[in-house]
């Protein structure tokens, strides 16, 4: 009988140390088996060989018959549970398949013979391409920062050329899923089998074929997702690392481990000397301040690797307090109908973009103020006309729609700030030949926008509305007007990051037109404050201005990249119950004797979610160390925490 450390992948596993399991097969380190947890079977991984322990071992259960992981996987699970602090169960799951079957293992084959690849079907390089690639001579990170159209996939797909023909394998991200579709193609026409395409969008089966194709493999791969993509158990040595749209949101995990795809992809490059990639047209604020502090090499691309000497762009900017320009329809511009009317009389499409999804986001009493909101959350219910249900996004509830107000029984219901869904109604009205797709996360699986990527493309939908999934790095050759319904809508949200995510999603989104494909097309973008200088540099890509002004807002004000910020959340039954226990545990922060600033606590922006009242204390600090020790000191019931958050709301 052998003894083995075994790091356990499962929720269930709250401890935070490898757990001893026995087992009369000899067993290698990285090794993949199943073992009891109290009356569950939970995967795992073996870490080390050990001596019989002085208390009594459960044996293992099943020896997986696969290669053992990469060692690198069990190196990224230690550096993350000091990193960003969680349960060992749940970091190590971050490395392991949801389940393994014996069939699926015995049925799926790994990639064994090379595949060719070639670049000889893509375009040329343009002149900013080659000099870029000519400057990415070393292991190093290096942002590119690469204005829409100016061709960044075309740099990745080079550069994982070299990294395959070197006899190493890549990892390209994508934030978004629904993204995926078009940076697969890109590769697959270049590399094949070798394209492994791994999210958690897959049904359970595919995504554990996709899985062990990788493990299998001893072939040099791309491997191409979502931040998860990170983890995959690749083994040949990982040569390239390519963050594609940096700066998006989503590569934040919001569930434990609150984890960075960006920090994590760092570390990962560090482990195997390998080049880290952060492409965007809008960099990160803290990405780029640290690349300048510690003079990374920042690549600049600004001229569109399609152009046309006869193509023209043309920009409006419509005033949304102006109605005299909204005759036709309440939100929809007269100037907007007329650009999307004109490119269907030229057979070309038109995407309508709005950051709220469903019909209406506001619904109150015309007489005496009330206001439909979520009983468990207090959140304003959102109305969904297709499903005439009003809906808590936040906790999931929702009810009929009322016919009249429950306080004084008025019928006169207001709905109020208008949604994706309500555009799509008001497109559908105004162009009842056209064909409308819609695109949030409101769409069911057949509907979303990775399952219409092709006709999309093909031009065979009219118009899209969408949410920001339509914003990011697609390239829609059909696509020729372009209007932001509402301009202002991430502004309204009182966060220190509201500035740059409105920066980025107006650059990103009018980034969607320009691109060399048509001679004629057209911007319009409706703005309840047009002048806004946040507005201005987006739709000119004043990137610079944009930057200085930021940086030196967040240094006068402790914000990050300055600080390091943790967030700690207290959640009680009553208001006054978390107010009490923040107020009590601020107390023990500051026995603690740290370098820290502290503010709160305060009622968190949703004061209330699923029954439950919220509190919040913003812990900020210059040294990290000492966010952890704060995290160590936290109550076990009643509290969450996210460290390095995307946002303070």
């Known amino acids: 009988m052998a003894y083995y450390e075994v790091l356990v992948g499962s929720a269930q596993y709250h401890g935070n140390e490898a757990l001893t399991y026995a087992s009369e097969i000899p067993l290698r380190v990285g090794q993949v088996v199943s073992v009891p947890l109290q009356r569950f079977s939970a995967l795992g991984v073996v870490t080390a060989v050990v001596g019989k322990p002085a208390f009594k071992t459960k044996n293992i259960s099943e020896v997986h018959d696969l290669p053992p992981l990469p060692a690198h996987l069990p190196r990224m699970v230690e550096w993350l549970r000091t990193y960003y602090p969680a349960p060992l169960g749940i970091t190590t799951a971050q490395i392991l398949p949801g389940q393994l079957s014996v069939k699926t293992i015995t049925e799926t084959p790994g990639v064994t013979a090379p595949v060719a690849s070639t670049t000889s079907n893509l375009p040329e390089l343009t002149t900013e391409q080659a000099d870029v690639l000519a400057r990415i001579t070393t292991p190093d990170t290096y942002i590119l920062h690469g204005d829409t159209g100016t061709g960044k996939t075309r740099v990745y797909v080079e550069l994982a050329l070299k990294t395959i023909h070197s006899g190493n394998s890549a990892i390209v991200l994508t934030p978004e899923i629904s993204l995926t579709s078009q940076l697969a193609r890109s590769f697959q026409d270049v590399f094949g089998e070798r394209v492994m395409i791994l999210h958690s969008g897959l049904a359970p089966k595919a995504r554990q074929q996709v ?17 998860s993509a990170l983890f995959a158990p690749i083994r040949t040595p990982i040569g390239l690392i390519v963050v594609d749209e940096s700066h998006e949101p989503a590569y934040k995990q919001e569930q434990a481990p609150h984890y960075h795809a960006v920090r994590v992809a760092s570390q990962l490059a560090h482990l195997y000397k390998a080049t880290l990639i952060l492409g965007s047209a809008t960099p990160s604020i803290n990405d780029y301040y640290v690349a300048e502090r510690l003079k990374k090499p920042i690549l600049r691309m600004t001229h569109p690797a399609r152009a046309r000497q006869d193509s023209t762009v043309t920009t409006e900017l419509v005033d949304l307090k102006d109605r005299g320009q909204f005759s036709r329809s309440s939100y929809i511009s007269d100037a907007l109908i007329a650009a999307v009317k004109n490119s269907m009389s030229r057979g070309e499409q038109s995407l309508l973009y709005l950051n709220r999804r469903g019909t209406a986001r506001v619904i109150l009493c015309n007489n005496c103020g009330w206001q439909a909101v979520c009983p468990h959350c207090d959140l304003p219910l959102t109305y969904h006309h297709d499903l005439h249900v009003l809906q808590c996004h936040t906790c999931g509830y929702h009810e009929a729609v009322r016919t009249s107000c429950p306080e004084c029984a008025n019928t006169e219901i207001v709905f109020k700030v208008v949604g994706t869904k309500a555009v799509e109604e008001e497109v559908k009205r105004l162009f009842p030949q056209a064909r409308v797709m819609r695109f949030d996360t409101d ?4 509907e979303r926008f990775e399952q219409h990527y092709e006709a999309v493309r093909a031009g065979e939908i009219d118009i899209l509305v969408g949410t920001q999934l339509l914003a990011k790095g697609l390239d829609l050759p059909k696509l020729t007007t372009l209007g932001v319904v509402i301009a202002d809508t991430s502004l309204t949200f009182p966060d220190y990051s509201a500035e740059e995510r409105t920066y980025q999603l107006l650059n990103q989104v009018i ?18 404050d047009p002048t806004r200088p946040v507005i201005t540099a987006a739709l000119s890509s004043d990137w610079d201005t944009f930057y200085k002004t930021e940086i030196s807002e967040r240094q006068l004000f402790n914000f990050p990249p300055f600080v390091y910020v943790l967030k700690l959340t207290c959640r009680r039954a009553s208001s006054k119950a978390a107010e009490k226990a923040s107020e009590q545990f601020l107390y023990s922060i500051k026995d603690l004797r ?5 503010e709160g606590p305060t009622p968190s922006f949703h004061t209330k979610i699923a029954g439950k009242y919220e509190w919040q204390i913003l812990v900020k600090t210059k040294q990290r160390q000492a966010l952890l020790e704060v995290v160590k000191a936290l109550p076990k019931s009643g509290w969450s925490y996210d460290i390095d958050p995307i946002n303070l709301l």
Do not use: C, F, M
């Open 511 to 528: 980034g969607r037109v320009g691109r060399g494909h048509s001679d004629q097309e057209k911007i319009i973008v409706q703005s309840y």
């Open 443 to 446: 769409n069911k699986k057949a």
């Open 594 to 598: 740290l370098p820290l600033l502290t």
């Open 211 to 227: 899985w062990l194709r990788i493990l299998k493999s001893t072939e040099p791969l791309i491997v191409l997702g979502p931040r």
